[in-house]
């Protein structure tokens, strides 16, 4: 009777040393996965990060092209304005020639 006992509470002994171990298995793999979690988390915050920089540069680049595109508008709306006036001025210019001829 002892000795089933004795062997009884060594097998209980060892069903809760392996219990403890298999707790402390998950605690580490539990630890494990939550280190992972956070070093995902820093990745996705990297490359947000990045993500942003990157809209931003785009963003600069679009303004400086619409920018340059206003500039030339100008710059061409200016050209066909002179064009016009040395036009008007050719035609005032032919106009009194014409008139001193007549005259």
Do not use: F, P
């Amino acid at each position: 009777e002892t000795a089933t006992a004795t062997a009884a509470a060594a097998a209980a002994a060892e069903a809760e040393a392996a219990s403890a171990v298999s707790v402390e298995a998950r605690v580490t793999q539990a630890q494990a996965a939550a280190a992972a979690a956070k070093a995902n988390e820093g990745e996705a915050a990297r490359r947000a990060e990045r993500a942003e920089a990157q809209h931003a540069a785009l963003q600069e680049e679009k303004d400086a092209l619409l920018a340059r595109e206003e500039a030339q508008r100008a710059e061409h709306e200016a050209a066909l304005e002179a064009a016009r006036a040395e036009g008007r001025a050719l035609v005032e210019e032919a106009a009194a020639a014409a008139a001193a001829a007549v005259a």
